[in-house]
Each structure stands twice: as structure tokens, then as C-alpha cells.
């Protein structure tokens, strides 16, 4: 099987991602080998291949980020999204 090629340029942190834009989860870092949060941030639902979007930002654009992956939405710390990667919709 051929891997497939996506521009860097749609690749991106959660975090980064543009208010109402869809993206795909490509991975969730972790900042060490115990890392509870990127566990949690999996448990959750934040898995490869799982859509999502940014639905609403905290004022003046700032924390908290109103997540939704799949049908259910999250609030998470701009730290937090900044650990989710993901690959914006064409």
C-alpha cells in the first residue's frame, strides 16, 4: 500500500485550526512517556481518523476551544488542543 501524500500545509495543531474548518485526527503527541493528558485527550476520542472542528473560541479568540469530534463537544485549554494534530478537509 502507497502512502499518501498531504501538504504540510494542511497539517496542523488543533489549536491553529480555524474556527468552523473540518480536519481528521492524524495523531495526539505525547510530552513524555507518562503523558496522562494526551491519554485522556485519546479516551475521549481524539484518535486517528476521527473528524473534527472547532465550534467556538473563548473571547477575544483565546482559551477555552469549543471542540466537537464526532457528535459530542469538548472544552479544552489551548495546551490541550495543541497536543491533537490534524489534517485539514481539502
Known sequence: MQATFIPASRRVRLSELPKGVSAVVDEVSDLHETDLIAQHLRVLGFVPGESVRIVA?????????????????????????DRVNVIQDA
Do not use: D, M, N
Not at 483565546?62 to 485549554?77: D, K, M, N
Open 57 to 81: 473560541l473563548g473571547p477575544w479568540g483565546s482559551t477555552p476551544l469549543l471542540v466537537q469530534i464526532g457528535s459530542t463537544r469538548f472544552a479544552l485549554r489551548r495546551t490541550e488542543a
